[in-house]
């Protein structure tokens, strides 16, 4: 059985791995070191919120992804916008809606908080994905282009 629940600073040990798994998927250098640091600072200074899916019973708890979503702020809507950036499951999971779980449980907070929307961002080539995305409601952003500025 599978559960889902918010993670906090006690959860940095299970998620480092899965985070830096989801960062090599991203063409980034395995650095377990540079996961577990930067849990650590979002999730004890409050700048992001991770929904964790994990093995639920007796036996040891195990990962199976996690979602982490980062606030933002509407000056339109005057409301808040959360960023969902990471989103991950761990291959021994997939295939069995933890990812949609995930979606489901950040877009419940994102509601109880007074968001406006729920945004964003896959590669191109990720389309597994966006099939995802499109069947929980998501659509591609027509009206806008997302530029980038490397720093």
Known sequence: MIEIRRAGIEDVALLTPMFDAYRQFYHQAPDVALAR?????RLGRGESVVYLAHTAGNEATVGCGFTQLYPLFSSVACR???ILYDLFVAPACRRAGVARRL????HAFARAQGAATVE???AHTNTGAQ???E????RRDLEF???VLTL
């Open 103 to 106: 979606m489901e449980a950040a």
């Open 135 to 138: 069947s929980l409601g998501y």
């Open 80 to 82: 808040p916008i959360w």
């Open 120 to 122: 964003l961002d896959t």
């Open 145 to 147: 282009r997302h530029y």
């Open 37 to 41: 640091q930067f849990l650590t600072e």
């Open 131 to 133: 099939a995802l995305y």
